[in-house]
């Protein structure tokens, strides 16, 4: 549904295990009247996505709960509160989904599965057939590409190194779709679709903003950008700190890339129309002037920035592991930053519809909460 005349856009990052708090917030999100138009996603953000277009609204957090359950039920456990214990537990369970997987997701091959001298060698570690028959379970493939939410999912031709987008207003989706679009090496083997191959988006960019913005109508638009890692955090000062930091790193830069970007076309494209209003007519058509006002996307858009931030019990792992006592806590976690959001007095006094790009980064709890606005009017 749409609030107020905006079109609703959810956007997820991919980060494995960590997906939990998206569904969370979606399932936040949705009580507070603000479900999405169109859902774009990559790797576990896609197969969050999945699950939300591919039921009707009042079936999507029964899905998401199933799904996550399912993945999480052989690591379930009672809560542990010590820190140190907290953080030896998630090395420990994030070791054993590393030989054992996990259950509906993906299970381990053969050793010999690897030898040079059998007639087809894996080229990955695990096997995600287990995630195909998971997917059916959760998502009406025939509810998806007919009447659900916009699904929009991103993939890398292997061959080719190119992005691509798999998207339900252009095509069928399929479970081959979103089972590619999380194949990550060399942990999961390539997907074939059409004959070409596909690895996981993250590989090029793990957020699908850039394609969002790229394809946005006229309709003021509503984003809600829910990423898994921070772009900014705390130089390490352990080796698990080292692993956490560095992912955070490779994986958000592209987000905060593709904001920033995007907050300098609209800026531009208000010098040219500040511009065209101090030029004689005719040099109004001209066509280098109004391929700068055409800059950035044409209509206002509210982006809502809610951002997994680092767990104390958290490291390197955190991405694969799969407990049923981390996944709870991400998802509360979800909850709650869109709880913060929505209460914030910056957003409950946000101008709907206001020309330009606003950005709220509302949810953290310390000062680096943020409304950043830039405009396209004259």
Same mark, same amino acid.
């Given at each position: 549904?749409?609030?107020?005349g ?8 991919g980060?494995?295990a960590?997906?939990?708090?998206q569904a ?5 999100l949705?009580?507070a ?5 169109w859902v774009a ?14 039921n009707?609204p009042e079936?999507?957090r029964?899905?998401?709960t199933?799904f996550w359950?399912?993945?999480t039920a052989?690591l379930a ?10 953080s ?26 690897f030898?040079p ?10 096997d995600? +057939?287990?995630? /195909?028959k *998971?997917?059916?379970?959760?998502? &009406?493939f025939d509810? =998806?590409?007919?009447?659900?939410p916009? #699904?929009?999912i991103?993939a890398v031709d292997?061959?080719?190194?190119n992005f691509a987008?798999f ?11 979103i089972?590619?679009?999380g ?6 083997a ?7 191959f596909?690895?996981d ?5 793990n957020t699908?903003l850039?394609?969002?913005m790229?394809n946005l109508g006229?309709?003021?638009t ?6 898994l ?10 080796l698990a ?11 958000? +830069?592209?987000? /905060?890339? *593709?904001?920033?970007?995007y907050? &300098?076309?609209?800026? =531009?494209?208000?010098s040219?129309?500040r #511009?065209a209003?101090k030029?004689?007519?005719a040099?109004?058509q ?9 800059a950035g996307?044409a ?8 951002i ?5 019990f ?9 407990s049923?006592?981390?996944?709870t806590?991400?998802?509360a976690e979800?909850?709650?930053?869109v709880a913060r ?7 409950q ?8 790009l606003?950005v ?7 000062t ?8 396209t +009017?004259g």
């Amino acid at each position: 549904m749409s609030n107020m005349g905006e079109t609703n856009v959810l956007v997820l990052q991919g980060g494995g295990a960590l997906g939990a708090y998206q569904a969370g917030a979606y399932t936040a999100l949705a009580e507070a009247g603000l479900d999405a138009n169109w859902v774009a996603g990559i790797s576990i953000g896609a197969i969050n996505a999945a699950l939300i277009c591919g039921n009707p609204p009042e079936d999507r957090r029964a899905a998401l709960t199933g799904f996550w359950e399912r993945v999480t039920a052989r690591l379930a456990t009672a809560p542990i509160t010590v820190p140190f214990w907290r953080s030896l537990y998630g090395e420990a369970a994030a070791a054993n989904v590393l030989a054992t997987g996990v259950p509906g997701f993906f299970t381990p091959r053969w050793p010999a599965s690897f030898l040079p001298f059998v007639p087809h060698p894996a080229i990955s570690v695990y096997d995600t +057939s287990p995630l /195909r028959k *998971t997917l059916l379970d959760f998502v &009406d493939f025939d509810y =998806l590409n007919t009447k659900g939410p916009r #699904l929009s999912i991103g993939a890398v031709d292997v061959e080719t190194a190119n992005f691509a987008y798999f998207d339900s207003a252009a095509m069928e989706i399929t479970p081959d779709h979103i089972m590619a679009s999380g194949a990550l090496p060399p942990g999961f083997a390539p997907v074939e679709i059409d004959g070409r191959f596909y690895w996981d988006g993250g590989l090029v960019s793990n957020t699908p903003l850039q394609f969002v913005m790229d394809n946005l109508g006229a309709e003021p638009t509503l984003i809600f950008q829910i990423d898994l890692f921070s772009a900014r955090g705390n130089a390490p000062e352990s080796l698990a700190d080292v692993g956490q930091r560095e992912k955070d790193i490779r994986f958000s +830069s592209r987000t /905060r890339l *593709t904001t920033d970007r995007y907050r &300098d076309l609209h800026r =531009l494209r208000a010098s040219a129309n500040r #511009l065209a209003a101090k030029l004689p007519d005719a040099l109004k058509q001209d066509p280098d002037l109004l391929a700068l006002q055409a800059a950035g996307p044409a209509c206002p858009i509210t982006l809502v920035e809610l951002i997994h931030r680092k767990q104390s019990f958290e490291g390197g792992t955190k991405d694969y592991e799969f407990s049923r006592l981390s996944m709870t806590q991400h998802w509360a976690e979800g909850r709650e930053d869109v709880a913060r959001t929505l209460n914030h007095e910056a957003w409950q006094g946000r101008t709907i519809g206001q020309e330009g790009l606003q950005v709220f980064d509302l949810s953290a709890t310390d000062t680096s909460a943020s409304t950043r606005t830039s405009t396209t +009017s004259g």
